[in-house]
């Protein structure tokens, strides 16, 4: 008996011991068939995820940010223990002790899809799992995936430490609202740092892996609450919160951004503007568009922001002065249906603020906000404006915000019910606020400013709005310069052996452009003045005395200029490309003026000071100058540290001088007299080209070059009265008296190697030292050489030939005349002209 319980006893064991065996070999097995081709998890241990990159103000306040995936990382030694307490609570509780996997967990997950017969399948995934699955593998609920994914887990919990692995999994999970990682989501949900988070924060955000878009804290606030509140109770539980801590958590309502219980950490940024979105359209040339919005850059950028206001509401008013002059309403900015307007919406508002929150229209016009017409009454519109209380009867459009329009004089003239427009806060009181009707100009332009000895861009406006339209006319619209490009054929001239007071002949020309064709260019005045000096050439924009010096110089070498100062890549050496007719942007016009008023050195404009990457290491930085005595803290009085530098000297800084001392002219008493008047020296040119189809004025100060151009986008004239000095004069001057409050000014610096001479500005005779009046100027001269007086330059044209060429003109006086508008930019082409001589549109 007793052998026969022992040999029954032994089978069993045997059988036992067999079937151990067995299963062990089976689940090595298995571990070994799907083992065999899983990623490299030791790749872990470099994790480096796709992180947010980030623009600062001079001022280090976040202006802007990138991201494909929006993620801040947080190292380990970053993240709070009740952070890490909260995650392990709700995903994980026994994350220390296991073998990278939780058999207790998968059994318990088995059975219960077994009772419930499928209808209730969870996951029993331990963290190190997740961050399998979330890294190596797909979502697909199969078996093969899982038995990787735990094979995974297992290999990396013995190869990588646990709170690497904690460390990966709070960086990489979605938390929903595009947020990735739990710094990123504490941002998102109650604009925090990891650091100032409650419990029952750290419970929540704990709540989401779960399921981050089913918590949703507005929509689903009831089962959100009480998936937080089980996390609070596991937590305290294992022993993360005392009872207290737990009562005063659990009790505590909900409160995040999406219910309006905290300001969002977007609306805390300015609106999206020319400026940063340039530095992301140059930089993602560098890294690549995704590359940039995933290498977690911090980027310095040059903007001034107070600056940058005042540049974008210089040139919106002068845009918006324009467009009401025209007196034409060119419809509504969206249209919503009548239907959708009455009502209550389903965030308890009235439906016509919801509709009208859902319209894409511009809303970052300071002082404008978007509105619906919800009423036409007799000689009244009544509308609803957006962030504004409607009030006891409404706000109200009436026929004296009509003025401006040509033809309308009563609300429903132009407004249909549903329309949606922009209106403009007025002032008026609290309980009474006044607005008017505004529209988004059909005309653009851009406007950008830069120091002149670094290059650094301190303003750049692209437009009226960048949510009306994110093209940026400073940086990538091309538009012929017209009489602004001046100054680079003058530099030419000025470098081969001109001065200022060199006599040129202001009389008609014609060119044979081939074909039988012939090119007459013009003066805008339609007059020609005969022998004039260089300095009136350029003060009074006169195109026949350009022309000519062009033809003089060559137009090659005219062209090598204009791309040492970078105006253009290539230029081609056409003699109307003198007058500005090849087309250009005023990002390198502005540039190009820069070095005038630094003393002829080349310099590259910037957006961007320094790029750091994700650990901080600068991996680009702008100014490459040394400044060896910056850190001396005992010069000599009256000594300024040496910046050395290495740059390339574009022209003679003499030649750089005597240009800037002629634009002076420009700006005193010539083209831009009547609207560029800054009180400090200002030198500047005006550029208005064929049928004034754009407007430019390009200016400078001692420290700062700043430029304008207005037209149409897609070309068209802007009228009899458009010119550069009367439109871009204006924006330049509203700019400027700001950022002389800021920046200063002071005088020119004159260059060694040089003296002055007293001439007549009107016949460029020379004057006694002691001579005075207004038609006396100092110009300085190189020394040794003596200039030669009285020697008159015609460019190579016949002179008295050629003077009954020109019908309809006259001829001036010489010293008279000399009051008339901007000589624009405009040579005429009579009838069909080759190919390549005269740019598209046969504007010049």
């Given at each position: 008996m007793i052998r026969f319980v022992f040999s029954f006893f032994g089978a069993i064991f045997s059988m036992v011991t067999l079937g151990l065996v067995m299963g062990a070999l089976t689940v090595g097995a298995v571990f070994w068939v799907y083992g065999r081709d899983l990623p490299d998890h030791e790749s872990l241990a470099n994790y480096l995820p796709p992180t947010i990159s980030r623009i600062y103000s001079t001022e280090g306040r976040i202006i802007d940010e990138f991201a494909e995936e929006r993620r801040i990382y947080a190292a380990a030694d970053e993240i709070p223990d009740l952070v890490k307490h909260a995650f392990i609570s709700a995903e994980d509780k026994n994350f220390y002790l296991h073998a990278g996997f939780d058999l207790r967990s998968i059994a318990a997950a088995a059975y219960e899809a077994v009772e419930s017969r499928g209808q209730s399948v969870r996951g029993a995934s331990t963290i190190p799992q997740q961050v399998a699955k979330i890294s190596f593998l797909s979502g697909e609920r199969t078996v093969d995936r899982k038995l990787k994914e735990i094979i995974l887990a297992n290999?990396?919990?013995?190869?990588?430490?646990?709170?690497?692995?904690?460390?990966?999994?709070?960086?990489?999970?979605?938390?929903?609202?595009?947020?990735?990682?739990?710094?990123?989501?504490?941002?998102?949900?109650?604009?925090?740092?990891?650091?100032?988070?409650?419990?029952?924060?750290?419970?929540?955000?704990?709540?989401?892996?779960?399921?981050?878009?089913?918590?949703?804290?507005?929509?689903?606030?009831?089962?959100?609450?009480?998936?937080?509140?089980?996390?609070?109770?596991?937590?305290?539980?294992?022993?993360?919160?005392?009872?207290?801590?737990?009562?005063?958590?659990?009790?505590?309502?909900?409160?995040?951004?999406?219910?309006?219980?905290?300001?969002?950490?977007?609306?805390?940024?300015?609106?999206?503007?020319?400026?940063?979105?340039?530095?992301?359209?140059?930089?993602?040339?560098?890294?690549?568009?995704?590359?940039?919005?995933?290498?977690?850059?911090?980027?310095?950028?040059?903007?001034?922001?107070?600056?940058?206001?005042?540049?974008?509401?210089?040139?919106?008013?002068?845009?918006?002065?324009?467009?009401?002059?025209?007196?034409?309403?060119?419809?509504?900015?969206?249209?919503?249906?009548?239907?959708?307007l009455s009502g209550v919406g389903e965030d308890g508002t009235a439906a016509w603020r919801q509709a009208l929150a859902g319209t894409a229209v511009a809303r970052d016009i300071p002082g404008w906000y978007p509105a619906v017409v919800l009423e036409l009454r007799d000689t009244v519109a009544r509308i609803g404006i957006e962030g504004w209380d409607n009030g006891v009867d409404g706000h109200f459009i009436k026929p004296a915000d009509l003025n401006w329009i040509r033809g309308a004089s009563n609300p429903r003239?132009?407004?249909?019910?549903?329309?949606?427009?922009?209106?403009?806060?007025?002032?008026?009181?609290?309980?009474?606020?006044?607005?008017?009707?505004?529209?988004?100009?059909?005309?653009?332009?851009?406007?950008?400013?830069?120091?002149?000895?670094?290059?650094?861009?301190?303003?750049?406006?692209?437009?009226?709005?960048?949510?009306?339209?994110?093209?940026?006319?400073?940086?990538?619209?091309?538009?012929?310069?017209?009489?602004?490009?001046?100054?680079?054929?003058?530099?030419?001239?000025?470098?081969?052996?001109?001065?200022?007071?060199?006599?040129?002949?202001?009389?008609?020309?014609?060119?044979?452009?081939?074909?039988?064709?012939?090119?007459?260019?013009?003066?805008?005045?339609?007059?020609?003045?005969?022998?004039?000096?260089?300095?009136?050439?350029?003060?009074?924009?006169?195109?026949?005395?350009?022309?000519?010096?062009?033809?003089?110089?060559?137009?090659?070498?005219?062209?090598?200029?204009?791309?040492?100062?970078?105006?253009?890549?290539?230029?081609?050496?056409?003699?109307?490309?003198?007058?500005?007719?090849?087309?250009?942007?005023?990002?390198?016009?502005?540039?190009?003026?820069?070095?005038?008023?630094?003393?002829?050195?080349?310099?590259?404009?910037?957006?961007?000071?320094?790029?750091?990457?994700?650990?901080?290491?600068?991996?680009?930085?702008?100014?490459?100058?040394?400044?060896?005595?910056?850190?001396?803290?005992?010069?000599?009085?009256?000594?300024?540290?040496?910046?050395?530098?290495?740059?390339?000297?574009?022209?003679?800084?003499?030649?750089?001088?005597?240009?800037?001392?002629?634009?002076?002219?420009?700006?005193?008493?010539?083209?831009?007299?009547?609207?560029?008047?800054?009180?400090?020296?200002?030198?500047?040119?005006?550029?208005?080209?064929?049928d004034a189809r754009d407007v430019w004025f390009v200016g400078f100060t001692s420290n700062i070059a700043a430029g304008c151009y207005i037209g149409y986008d897609l070309p068209e004239p802007l009228g009899s009265g458009a010119s550069g000095g009367g439109m871009c004069g204006p924006v330049f001057q509203s700019f400027m008296m700001k950022a002389l409050e800021k920046y200063g000014a002071g005088r020119f610096e004159v260059p060694p190697g040089g003296r002055f001479i007293k001439i007549d500005r009107f016949t460029g005779a020379r004057l006694p030292d002691t001579a005075t009046g207004d038609s006396v100027v100092a110009e300085y001269f190189r020394e040794g050489e003596e200039p030669v007086f009285g020697i008159t330059f015609d460019g190579g044209f016949a002179m008295g030939a050629n003077l009954p060429l020109v019908t309809g003109g006259s001829v001036a006086q010489v010293g008279q005349g000399q009051s008339g508008t901007d000589e624009n930019t405009s040579p005429v082409a009579p009838g069909q002209t080759s190919t390549g001589e005269i740019s598209s549109g046969g504007l010049y």
């Open positions: 290999r990396m919990v013995n190869s990588l430490d646990r709170d690497k692995i904690l460390e990966i999994y709070l960086n990489e999970i979605d938390l929903g609202f595009r947020s990735f990682g739990v710094a990123a989501a504490a941002q998102t949900y109650f604009n925090k740092t990891l650091a100032d988070l409650t419990p029952q924060d750290a419970a929540y955000l704990a709540a989401l892996p779960k399921a981050p878009y089913d918590y949703h804290p507005v929509l689903q606030v009831q089962r959100a609450t009480e998936r937080r509140n089980f996390v609070l109770r596991e937590m305290f539980q294992n022993g993360y919160l005392t009872s207290v801590e737990f009562e005063a958590a659990r009790a505590a309502p909900l409160a995040t951004v999406q219910n309006g219980d905290y300001e969002g950490f977007r609306k805390q940024l300015p609106p999206r503007d020319y400026f940063t979105d340039e530095i992301r359209r140059q930089l993602s040339r560098d890294f690549g568009d995704q590359g940039f919005k995933s290498a977690g850059l911090t980027v310095r950028a040059t903007v001034d922001p107070e600056m940058q206001d005042v540049a974008a509401l210089a040139l919106r008013e002068a845009l918006e002065k324009y467009d009401r002059s025209r007196g034409e309403w060119r419809g509504p900015a969206a249209v919503i249906e009548p239907d959708a003239d132009i407004l249909n019910v549903g329309d949606v427009i922009h209106v403009r806060h007025e002032g008026g009181t609290e309980d009474d606020p006044v607005f008017s009707l505004r529209q988004i100009p059909g005309v653009q332009g851009g406007f950008m400013a830069m120091d002149v000895n670094n290059g650094r861009v301190i303003a750049m406006q692209g437009g009226f709005s960048y949510q009306h339209s994110v093209f940026n006319r400073a940086t990538q619209a091309t538009r012929q310069p017209g009489s602004s490009f001046k100054p680079f054929v003058y530099a030419a001239a000025l470098d081969s052996g001109f001065t200022p007071a060199t006599i040129l002949i202001d009389a008609p020309i014609e060119v044979d452009v081939g074909g039988g064709q012939v090119w007459r260019p013009k003066n805008a005045s339609n007059e020609f003045y005969g022998p004039t000096p260089l300095r009136t050439g350029i003060e009074r924009s006169r195109n026949l005395m350009t022309v000519r010096l062009a033809e003089e110089v060559g137009m090659r070498t005219v062209a090598a200029y204009a791309e040492r100062f970078g105006v253009y890549d290539a230029m081609d050496p056409f003699l109307a490309n003198a007058l500005g007719s090849q087309e250009t942007t005023l990002f390198k016009m502005v540039s190009a003026y820069a070095m005038f008023a630094n003393g002829g050195e080349r310099v590259e404009p910037t957006l961007v000071d320094r790029v750091q990457d994700r650990w901080g290491t600068t991996i680009y930085r702008h100014d490459d100058r040394v400044c060896e005595e910056c850190s001396v803290y005992d010069l000599p009085t009256g000594e300024l540290p040496r910046i050395k530098t290495d740059r390339w000297q574009v022209i003679d800084p003499v030649t750089a001088y005597q240009l800037t001392s002629m634009m002076r002219g420009v700006v005193e008493r010539g083209t831009a007299s009547g609207t560029v008047n800054l009180g400090v020296p200002t030198a500047g040119k005006t550029g208005t080209t064929n």
